[in-house]
């Protein structure tokens, strides 16, 4: 096993000194102030030396001593020789504190690692951390995903000590004289991760000494099925087809439904998964959807389409997406996929569908049917229906053009026929 010391020194060097290989290269290290982040910078210290570290603390506002404790960390690093930054943000009041907080502290870390050019970020998760977010996940009904909890590595960030149980945090804190800021935070039972940490772990421990580490087993294996299963529905998630995805089974489904969602930075749970499975799996008729949290996911006849909402602008579940543009003529600013022969604004009328809109389409040599049942026939998703463009002949008002159907009978250009 090794001392406190070299068990914590091994870990930072085994996943930091990668990053500061090439020559100049720097790393960020997350610092609060608190114990485990004051050992994850003063080893990064000790093993990369100290031209290689940045400090960088965020000063969430949220307490009456927060800037005090910015000063604080800002003296130990410039004590040690290490670069160090102090950013404060404000922290929106929401229904979970904690996740708006951490909200604003992982944008402002990527703030900091941009303007800086860090090669990573690296934040002082331990075991302990660990094993509580899988128990969090647990409770609120995760599924195989979320039991793999926090990744050592991901999205520019890295966790060196995700593998270290507090005593040895502790230990290496001793004997580096290192003295941290007890966050009153951590004492509060209003957030659910105190209650896990002071009531239930205590329980579990007494059914098993050594409940932590059985639950960071149990998060090792989830992300090793995950990877697994990422093989077959990375390529899936690229485009959600139905189709494509229904025959997959529910595992490979519900996964490529994740990922989908992660890269586009839409929350979600194992209820979410649930009701897009379904969505998927039902029959190809119009429009259906489903909300998230902060977006819209609608079944466009094979296709399901993330819609995600622009802050304070929520998306109508009746009708998904951008609303469509008042009728009426619209400016050339908007009819770039009118043809050109059509852009004559003395010969033809380039406007929204209006209802009862009627054409004659060419596969229907020359008779007439309503514009809205044909792009039914076409599949033409709805949200795409309402805002598509007509153009109509100024001398009679006839629809010759409209978009997603192309050409009325008997209207198109010879030199397009030809092609």
Not at 235 to 250: T, V, Y
Not at 254 to 267: E, M, P
Not at 303 to 310: E, M, P
Not at 353 to 368: E, T
Request: hydrophobic share 45%; aromatic share 4%.
């Amino acid at each position: 096993m090794g001392s406190p010391l070299e068990l914590v020194h091994r870990a930072v060097s085994s996943a930091l000194a990668p990053c500061v290989a090439a020559p100049g290269a720097r790393i960020g290290v997350a610092c609060s102030g608190g114990l485990d982040s004051l050992v994850l910078a003063e080893a990064a210290r000790a093993v990369l030396g100290a031209a290689a570290v940045v400090v960088l603390h965020v000063d969430h506002g949220l307490g009456a001593g927060s800037s005090e404790v910015a000063k604080g960390v800002a003296a130990w690093a410039e004590a040690r020789a290490l670069a160090w930054e102090v950013r404060r943000v404000s922290v929106a009041r929401q229904a979970s504190l904690e996740s708006a907080a951490r909200q604003a502290r992982y944008r402002a870390l990527d703030e900091a690692a941009r303007e800086r050019g860090l090669a990573t970020v690296a934040t002082a998760h331990t075991a302990r951390d660990q094993a509580e977010t899988v128990l969090l996940r647990i409770l609120r009904g995760t599924g195989v995903g979320g039991l793999a909890a926090m990744a050592a590595g991901r999205d520019g960030y890295v966790r060196p000590l995700l593998a270290l149980p507090r005593e040895v945090i502790a230990g290496y804190a001793r004997s580096r004289g290192l003295v941290p800021w007890d966050d009153p935070m951590n004492d509060q039972e209003r957030f659910a991760r105190v209650r896990v940490r002071r009531d239930l772990m205590p329980q579990l421990r007494r059914e098993n000494p050594a409940i932590e580490a059985a639950l960071c087993r149990l998060a090792a294996h989830a992300a090793e099925w995950s990877s697994a299963l990422d093989v077959l529905a990375e390529p899936l998630s690229l485009r959600l087809c139905a189709s494509a995805l229904a025959p997959q089974p529910a595992a490979v489904r519900k996964r490529a439904l994740a990922l989908a969602l992660a890269r586009r930075g839409v929350g979600f749970d194992a209820s979410h998964l649930e009701q897009l499975d379904e969505l998927l799996c039902r029959p190809a008729q119009g429009t259906v959807a489903v909300d998230l949290p902060g977006a819209q996911a609608v079944r466009e006849y094979d296709q399901l389409v993330l819609l995600v909402r622009q802050p304070g602008a929520p998306v109508d579940a009746g009708s998904p997406g951008p609303a469509a543009p008042p009728p009426g003529e619209v400016t050339s600013s908007v009819t770039s996929s009118v043809p050109p022969t059509l852009r004559d604004p003395s010969l033809y009328l380039a406007r929204n569908l209006l209802p009862g809109d009627r054409m004659q389409p060419a596969r229907l040599g020359g008779r007439s049917k309503k514009l809205a049942a044909m792009f039914v026939d076409r599949k033409i998703p709805r949200r795409l229906r309402a805002s598509a463009l007509v153009v109509c002949r100024r001398s009679d008002g006839a629809v010759v053009w409209a978009e997603h159907l192309g050409w009325a009978h008997g209207e198109e250009p010879r030199g397009e026929q030809a092609r």
